[in-house]
């Protein structure tokens, strides 16, 4: 009888220890080496490599936007433990709420040094500026305008207010609505300083909107509207127009022949922690450069025949 019991108790022993050795080593493997630490501070080691954890929020550019949300979508499926949000406002918000550190990252079409200026100049060099893609921008009108090409001065003229019909650019004889974006839009920046040379002051009776989803609906839906979007937007819901002849395709974006383009911006605050930066360095990866970028519309930085600085000038590589 007593063999009997003593026999149980060994057995039972030998099960207790088993089952405490499961639990160290799976709290350990949680902790990514450390007990104290929580699964989501820490990265792990995966099959593919390391993967990181934590959150991101990006605000800013809405010409960007399509890029960093698919982007985005991609880099959590291969990082669990990352939550992205982005959030749209305009470059002028998205510089500003990064300088604020309100975001982690400000997306924006300009230069920070171009937004952020006078007493928020000294925001500006806090800033670290890593280039993602180019973005070029193309005048869209509604389909029923009968236009498919303005010059420059054409486009000057219906921004300020000279021309007001159609019919005086060769088009239908029916009002032109102006669909504009609000100063603090690096899209329009970029289409008033590349495309037209100059500041406009916003028109009476024209409308602004902050989303380019929106100026592109309106647009479509608007007889005799014009107004300004990223390729990344066109569709066969709007009118695109060429410059001074000159379609805005990709191939005469990286030779220079089309003027109105600028980089996309992704700002942090000062060098970005662990995890912004895998995000940050993914953005560069072929996958995303070669796949993403080009699907959406955008263009590889690396594959631009010229470059710009923050003055606007341009130069051969």
């Known amino acids: 009888m007593r063999s009997k019991k003593s026999w149980v108790l060994a057995l039972a022993l030998t099960s207790v220890m088993a089952l405490s050795a499961c639990g160290n080593n799976n709290g350990g493997n949680n902790a990514a080496g450390?007990?104290?630490?929580?699964?989501?501070?820490?990265?792990?080691e995966t099959s593919g490599g390391t993967e990181v954890s934590g959150s991101i929020l990006a605000s800013g550019s809405t010409?960007?936007?399509p890029l960093v949300e698919q982007v985005a979508e991609k880099f959590m499926e291969?990082?669990?433990?990352?939550?992205?949000?982005?959030?749209?406002?305009?470059s002028g918000t998205g510089l500003t709420q990064v300088a604020e550190k309100q975001v982690d990252i400000g997306n924006s079409d300009v230069f920070a040094e171009e937004k952020l200026k006078d007493a928020d100049a000294d925001k500006a060099k806090a800033l670290v500026d890593h280039q993602v893609a180019v973005v070029a921008i193309a005048a869209v009108a509604h389909p029923g305008v009968g236009v498919d090409n303005?010059?420059?001065?054409?486009?000057v003229d219906i921004f300020t207010g000279k021309i007001t019909n159609w019919k005086d650019v060769g088009g239908t004889d029916q009002k032109i609505q102006i669909i504009n974006r609000p100063a603090s839009s690096g899209t329009r920046a970029t289409f008033e300083k590349f495309a037209l040379g100059t500041k406009t002051?916003?028109?009476?009776?024209?409308i602004q909107e902050d989303s380019s989803g929106t100026v592109k609906k309106m647009i479509g839906e608007t007889p005799g509207a014009i107004g300004y979007l990223a390729l990344s937007y066109l569709d066969n819901t709007v009118q695109t127009l060429k410059y001074d002849s000159v379609d805005p395709s990709v191939d005469n974006v990286v030779s220079g022949k089309y003027p109105v383009w600028a980089y996309e911006h992704m700002y942090t605050n000062g060098e970005p922690n662990a995890t912004v930066k895998a995000f940050l360095d993914y953005f560069l990866t072929d996958e995303v450069q070669n796949g993403d970028?080009?699907?959406?519309g955008y263009i590889p930085a690396n594959k631009m025949q010229v470059s710009r600085d923050v003055s606007g000038t341009v130069t051969n590589k």
Do not use: F, R
């Open 150 to 155: 303005l010059t420059k001065q054409q486009l």
């Open 78 to 90: 291969k990082n669990t433990g990352v939550d992205i949000q982005v959030q749209g406002g305009g």
């Open 293 to 296: 970028v080009t699907e959406l």
């Open 201 to 206: 002051e916003d028109l009476q009776g024209s």
């Open 34 to 44: 450390s007990s104290n630490a929580p699964a989501s501070s820490a990265p792990t």
């Open 63 to 65: 010409a960007l936007q």
